[in-house]
């Protein structure tokens, strides 16, 4: 039985500004000003970085914000609470969470000194109940502001926003070691961990059903360059279950293979894993793929690897997208699949968070679904996972996700020039 750990969820949303007919008609060219102008809103808690989000501007009483809509999330477990309210010689007053209004004309940015006039502040106060892992609405309506003087003018503002506190417990797991050294996937429960997963990092290439499955998606434009050029290729990682039975697989596809004129994988011909878990109404073994994932290198003063994974509902070859991540090539960092901090371009949240759930066996999908934070080329790296418990409902999703982490470690020594020799260690032997 798995333990799920603290983690809230605090949305900021459902914004808008609008201003009393009364203060317009005084104002005198108070409507032609806003019809110039943009507003904006800082959003400030302790311990985390500065939320900018712009502010929807309603023209009339009848209108009303979306109530639906996020301006920004924060998440935290309860630890980050109790730092927050901890009082030392710096943090003698009560902890908050701040919407600042600005007022700013179009096309300048709110961070250009002078281009924004602040408007209003909106403070909720950081209390016990945030640690109590309860959905509570802090706030949810309209805030008027006093007269703000704005180039000679005074407008009474009224601001809507909804803030919101949800529970949004997680299970978070470790690699034991690099993924390339079949290692022993732990959970965390506080101080204490658990098996749970094995995973096997492999080159082999025999014919199976799964190969077949991979024949089929692989992209035949790289093969002319698979006798020619150095090629990464036949990466695979299976995860078993703590009685040997697997469960889960992320296999190379599309080898990783350096373009023409370049000595990288580039965006024209990027590398791809087929993430795959058992098909369940059949009695042998037998795979269906799940999602894939594509990986190449930008290069530039800082390089990168961007990372894109698409869902594959039955029957779907295309998929669709529902993450696009760029990661420090050098440093590393969190690949993520959440609504609240990112739609991919051409999806709409409720499209992408419905594709997660159907193809993942998911019971309900909704914001945050899983992150994975690795290390840099070069790196000793052992990703730590987070998942969301609503999106787990047997083993196998937990490991679907746990082969999608492996595949995002691997794709950043993949991605790795080709100019480079190989890091010492176990890459030695793969690259």
Known sequence: MMDPQFFV?????????????????????????LSLSSCWCEIRLRGFPVQTASVPLISSHETSPDPCSNATVFYFEKSDVEAM????????VQPYLEVAIYLGREGSHCSVIGRKHLIGRFRVE???????????????GWICFEKSRLEGYKFELELHLRVKLDPDPRYIFQFDDETSSSPQIFILRGNSRQPIFSCNFSQERRTTQLDSILNSWTNSSSDGQAGERRERKGWKVTIYD??????????????????????????????????????????????????????????????????????????????ILVSEI??????????????????PVGTSPNQSLHHVATAGGVQEAAGFVMNCRVQGEGKSSRPVVQLAVRHVTCVEDVAMFMALAAAVNLSMEA???????????????IL
């Open 9 to 33: 969820r605090l949305s900021v949303g459902s914004l808008g500004l609008r201003i009393p007919v009364t203060a317009v008609s005084k104002a005198g060219r108070g409507s032609n000003y």
């Open 85 to 92: 309210m901890s009082h030392g010689c710096f943090q003698a």
């Open 126 to 140: 950081v209390g016990p109940e945030w640690c109590e892992g309860k959905p509570t609405l802090l706030h949810d």
């Open 242 to 319: 703590l009685s040997g039975s697997a469960v889960a697989v992320a296999s190379m596809s599309t080898p990783f293979v350096p373009s023409t004129g370049c000595d990288w994988v580039a965006q024209s011909n990027p590398g791809t894993w087929l993430i795959l878990r058992p098909n369940l109404f059949c009695s042998s073994e037998c795979w269906q793929p799940w999602g894939r994932l594509v990986a190449w290198r930008e290069t530039g003063p800082r390089d990168s690897v961007c990372l894109r994974l698409f869902i594959l509902p039955e029957g779907q070859d295309a998929g």
């Open 326 to 343: 760029t990661l420090s090539a050098e440093k590393g960092g969190e690949f993520f699949i959440d609504m609240d901090r990112q739609t």
């Open 415 to 429: 991605c790795r020039p080709f100019r480079r020799k190989a890091s010492k260690g176990s890459w030695h032997s």
